[in-house]
């Protein structure tokens, strides 16, 4: 650091406390599988360092994809907060043994753009909505700058367009609900991740019927029959986010980018949830590949559509 830029910071080369602590609540607020925050946060000088962290009873993810996802969405919330407080970031990840470590670096001062500010200020409102939506459409030009809030080198996104797709969607959607519900094992697991407080998902997140639903099946779920689940995904906003390698760190990318745009949707009040849990069988990512005439690896499912009215005051 220049003696010139320390001084400005009043000779500190660190970052304060306060700021410290308002990047560990953005790290807080990222979306994670089973909401485990499979992550270390440790803070050394400018340098904010996420830990990917292994957890237990981590069946439903054997490869650790969903894991360093979630450490991905939580990189970009930690850039996003060092924007806040005024800063360029510089993010960078390594793998060390099996595991990844991404670190977000504040280099210089630099005011944040108003698209960081936005998605900054929805840290906080961003949640999962896994019931059904508005019937209403996603307002005029919403879809483009979705998908332009998730482009990032090696991430592409993919709407589901017409019938067919929706229909082939839906089919491996309910391929893969079928292998969840019956498998003993996952179920058993997954219950225990069902919890009121803390780590784990609520009970009341849990959709009971839809697309959403299917994303996470419990014995209990209702799985829709594949027209009517075709007929939901034609009327929601589904997005495919793939990615163009299938490294450790393009998980990592995945996760950022869906980050990116879940907070883009949450600043203008749109709803959304998504879904990993069927892409963790092969035949399926391979599946939805070929249908959708894909090169990249899909990653995760991202639906997003308008809050039911009433709902919208209950955030
Ligand atoms: C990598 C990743 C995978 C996820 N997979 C699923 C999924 O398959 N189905 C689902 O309903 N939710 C899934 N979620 C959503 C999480 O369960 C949710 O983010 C977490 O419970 C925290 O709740 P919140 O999003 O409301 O803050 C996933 C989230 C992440 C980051």
């Known amino acids: 650091m220049s003696v010139a830029r320390a001084e400005a910071d009043g000779g ?15 790290v807080h607020c990222a979306p994670s599988v089973h909401n ?14 996420l ?13 650790g994809r969903d894991r360093r996802i979630s450490l991905g969405a939580a990189l970009a919330n930690l850039v996003l907060a060092i924007r806040g407080l ?41 949640r999962s909505h896994r019931h059904a939506f508005d019937r209403r459409e996603l307002p005029e030009g919403t879809r483009d700058v979705l998908l332009e809030a998730l482009a990032a080198p090696g991430v592409t996104g993919r709407w589901i367009a017409g019938a067919d797709e929706a229909l082939a969607v839906a ?14 094992e996952y179920q058993r697991e997954l219950a225990l991740w069902i919890t009121p407080r803390g780590r784990g998902v609520r009970p009341e997140a849990f959709g009971t019927g839809g ?20 007929a939901r995904i034609q009327r929601e906003a589904v997005l495919v986010v793939a990615t163009s390698a299938d490294t450790p760190q393009d998980h990592v990318r995945a996760g950022a980018a869906m980050e990116q745009a879940w907070l883009e949707a949450a600043s203008r009040n749109l709803a959304a949830s998504v879904m ?3 892409l963790h069988l092969e035949e399926v990512r391979t599946g939805l590949a070929q249908h ?24």
Do not use: C
């Open 12 to 26: 500190r080369d660190s970052w304060s406390e306060a700021e410290s602590a308002v990047l560990a609540e953005a």
């Open 36 to 49: 485990t925050r499979p992550w270390e946060l440790a803070i050394h000088g400018r340098t904010a360092e």
């Open 51 to 63: 830990r990917e962290r292994t957890v237990l009873a981590a069946q439903h993810d054997p490869e």
């Open 86 to 126: 005024g800063w360029a970031a510089e993010a960078a990840t390594r793998l060390a043994g099996d595991l990844v470590t991404a670190t977000a670096t504040g280099t210089h001062r630099s005011r944040p753009a108003d698209a960081e500010n936005r998605r900054r200020r929805a840290l906080t409102d961003r």
């Open 171 to 184: 089919r491996l959607l309910d391929y893969a609900a079928r292998v969840f519900r019956g498998d003993a």
């Open 211 to 230: 697309l959403a639903a299917v994303g996470l099946t419990t014995s209990r779920t209702r799985l829709p029959d594949e027209s009517l689940l075709a």
């Open 276 to 278: 990993t849990q069927p």
């Open 292 to 315: 959708l005439g894909l090169t990249a690896v899909p990653q995760v499912l991202m639906r997003f559509g308008l809050p039911v009215e009433a709902e919208v005051g209950d955030r």
